[in-house]
């Protein structure tokens, strides 16, 4: 499956962004989905991720409460709602997608989309 991702740009801390996640080329219910972001002179970490149902999100600890992830299997689309957002949310954000299950570690995607920028000002 071909992964694209959209939805970056800039806002000032406390404001909100929705990135989307747009899979194509394969059966898109059959992979678990993640979000990762990556700053610069850091590596990749993971943000949220969401089970091929839907039904079973994931957060890291520093986003929980602030972000949300939904996917809508009609569209082929998942979305991550970023609340409450803090300059530290500044970074690349891509999406990934995992054939059997919903994994915190990178090298475990398959498929990965471009990268959408975010960038939070203080």
């Known amino acids: 499956v071909q992964l694209q991702a959209s939805g970056g740009g800039s806002v000032q801390a406390g404001g909100s962004l929705r990135l989307s996640c747009v899979g194509s080329?394969?059966?898109?219910?059959?992979?678990?989905i993640g979000w990762f972001r990556q700053a610069p002179g850091k590596d990749r970490e993971f943000v949220s991720a969401i089970n091929w149902g839907g039904d079973i999100p994931h957060y890291s600890d520093s986003v929980k409460g602030r972000f949300a992830i939904s996917r809508d299997n009609t569209k082929n689309i998942v979305y991550l709602d970023m609340n409450k957002l803090k300059s530290e949310d500044t970074a690349v954000y891509y999406c990934?997608?995992?054939?059997?299950?919903?994994?915190?570690?990178?090298?475990?995607?398959?498929?990965w989309g471009q990268g959408t920028q975010v960038t939070v000002s203080s």
């Open positions: 990934g997608a995992n054939l059997y299950y919903v994994d915190h570690d990178a090298d475990s995607y398959e498929s």
């Open positions: 080329g394969g059966d898109f219910t059959d992979y678990a």
